[in-house]
């Protein structure tokens, strides 16, 4: 069954820190690229972060969290997961947060939602 579960936001203070998981099933998880998506209050989803996994590279299509998000892929005895590890955090970086193939063709999660605190 094709699955995704993200976990992990919260409710947190300006300048603070999170560490956002995904367990995708592993049809997914095998996939090249996988990312992180986030979509604030009233506007569109769109990709943040993405992870390339025959290449072990990433990539930040959101200059605005460049240098704050990292993400990176842990599919070391069969866990499967994505993470998404975010510092600085500013009010501008509350959404609902996504994880899914790039594109996006998988079903979407249920999301994890981000609230920055100012």
């Known amino acids: 069954q094709v699955q995704l579960v993200e976990s992990g936001g919260a409710l947190v203070q300006a300048g603070g820190s999170l560490r956002l998981s995904c367990a995708a099933s592993g049809s997914l998880f095998n996939r090249d690229t996988m990312g992180w998506y986030r979509q604030p209050p009233g506007k569109q989803r769109n990709l943040v972060a993405f992870?390339?996994?025959?290449?072990?590279?990433?990539?930040?299509?959101d200059s605005s969290v460049k240098g704050r998000f990292a993400i990176s892929r842990d599919n070391a005895d069969a866990k499967n997961t994505l993470y998404l590890q975010m510092q600085s955090l500013q009010p501008e970086d509350t959404a609902v947060y996504y994880c899914?193939?790039?594109?996006?063709?998988?079903?979407w999660g249920q999301g994890t939602q981000v609230t920055v605190a100012s």
């Open positions: 992870h390339i996994r025959s290449s072990n590279t990433t990539g930040y299509p």
């Open positions: 899914n193939l790039v594109p996006p063709v998988a079903p």
